[in-house]
């Protein structure tokens, strides 16, 4: 697990764009931890094909909502402000998103 | 986290088709549970938000991965001896199926 | 454009699980085919970014659903014949058919 | 087709962030109708499925990469002006940007 990459100063933890609705995520992310446990449960349980691949696409949908999420956030505050200070901080803060939005879209 | 909702007696406990990679699929379900911790860990300490969604993107083709292959288990054993029965249980075998490819390519 | 790639003997053009529904595939195609050029049209008169992308996704969900479509009716005739006829045919063809949606999984 | 129904003051046509690339995109969405059309052909001469299916997926890949590519545009142009604007047309610009990513996605 990659820690934090970025050594981001226009981007502080306070101000990250998820920083208000960090619990909720947080609970998210508690529940979809929950849910891979189900999975392994079913699995160990035998349960049939159909129902354990019915779960995994919700866990999937629902890790596709984070990201959905995570991004708006980062759009709204990150990529904004970056877009003000302009020059080579905007363009790379646009960059970066659009990777994470290629990845998004071909995971 | 719905059980098993299909009582398919066509399809016996130790005859899905992923019996045999079971243990395979109980360790990368493991490792898909740590991940999803991680991501939480991660929002607990404000990481990056880029870095939040890399690892996020990871975690859904990991699912992703498993659900292709729980798919090929199943294709290649239960909707296979289904196809072979004939009759309503093949018909139903393959609507089953696409109905899972369905959420899958949509999700 | 590749056409036929496959020699096989097993499942004749006229087998193929699409023929009874050939005519509303060729419309579908048809329909895209316009949807496309329409896309192309509004990029020519400067259309605003966003209403592009609003086709553009209209069209590949269009043509996600002729795949799914496709998938179905191939993996009721085709897939199931196969099976039937059981040995390496009916390997192939599973094998096949999961290439495929993985193609499509991942596009 | 819905052609352009945002009436965007903030965004002329010579400024639309794909202004620059236009000869580009329309020689994409050409080529694009060509694959549709020859997908078109393939059904009429009774191709084999899986032929078909891996020509739809070539071209949901193609539609998807002009989809990035134009919101890549979008996001470097339109919405980094509108967030130097400032107040409700940045809102809206990322809120707008966010409604075509989540389509994208889900598609």
Redesign the interface.
Known sequence: ??????D?TS?H??T????EN?AR??AR??R??G???????????????????????A???A??N???A???????H???NA??E?GVV??EK?A????????????
Chains 1, 2, 3, 4 share one sequence.
């Open positions: 697990m990659t820690e934090q990459t970025h981001d981007c933890a306070d990250h764009g998820y920083h960090k995520y947080l992310m508690r979809i931890e849910q891979a446990r189900g999975i392994h449960r079913m699995i160990d349980e035998d349960a049939y094909c159909i129902d354990i691949l019915t779960q995994v696409s866990v999937t949908s890790l596709e984070v990201s959905l995570l991004l708006e956030d980062h759009l709204e990150c990529v904004t877009a003000r302009g905007a363009e646009v970066e998103a659009m990777a994470a939005i290629r990845r998004l879209v071909k995971s």
